[in-house]
């Protein structure tokens, strides 16, 4: 069944993003991605519209994201760079209020910790350990949690994550807005809860964990 609205992915090539455009092709969505290197791209489908570039780049942002209706981002931080998710995320958010875009779905990890969290100990530890692993990380992903937090115009969704396994098998789902319910979660079904929870206000303006 065709739908009318195209999705505009960032980080296509990644090890989630790759199973969200395939998802949302079978689904009946249209989609475009923004990818630095076409070569790599291993869900090839007449059906994905490409735009080459960089994610650093607002115009190229602003090329993916034209006459899209939903975005997703999964961007995933290239080695050795300087943490920017905050400033990717920030850079997408202008895009979609000038382009008056109103749906957004970003990916973090599970040691981003909020306000309302309730997390047990040994996941409050986990996290603890992480901020003192990749402090400027940690940082940026506090900043990027902030900027969402405050921008009430974006129909905003931000899934935090745990160990991602690379399968097709499918499980499952646990949620949680409080604590990471557990271990790990396979990227066929990150992208199937992102696809299902496009049109779905459930998680609007909120952080939910997901795992199996």
């Known amino acids: 069944m065709d739908n009318p609205y195209k999705i505009g992915i960032i980080g296509g090539t990644g090890k989630v993003g790759r199973h969200i455009a395939t998802n949302a092709i079978q689904k009946g969505y249209k989609v475009r991605m923004l990818v630095r290197n076409p070569e790599k791209l291993l869900c090839k489908n007449d059906k994905i519209e490409i735009v080459e570039g960089q994610i ?3 115009e190229n942002i602003r090329e993916l994201l034209k006459d899209c209706k939903i975005v997703i981002n999964t961007f995933g931080q290239p080695t050795k760079e300087e943490p920017m998710y905050s400033k990717v995320t920030k ?7 000038d ?3 109103s749906r957004y779905i970003g990916v973090s990890g599970g040691s981003l910790t909020i306000n309302d969290d309730k997390k047990s100990f040994l996941n409050r530890f986990g996290a603890k350990m992480f901020e003192l692993s990749f402090p400027k990380m940690m940082v940026d992903k506090k900043l990027e949690w902030e900027i969402l937090f405050n921008n009430k115009h974006i129909h905003w969704t931000l899934i935090r994550l745990p160990f991602v396994k690379d399968s097709l098998k499918s499980n499952y789902i646990k949620e949680s807005l409080t604590d990471m319910p557990g ?3 396979t990227n066929q079904d990150i992208a199937t809860f992102i696809i299902d929870h496009i049109d779905n206000p459930k998680y609007i303006h909120k952080a939910p964990f997901i795992s199996h």
């Open 56 to 58: 650093q780049d607002i």
């Open 91 to 97: 850079n997408i958010l202008e895009v979609m209020k």
């Open 183 to 185: 271990t790990k979660i």
């Open 99 to 101: 382009l008056n875009i």
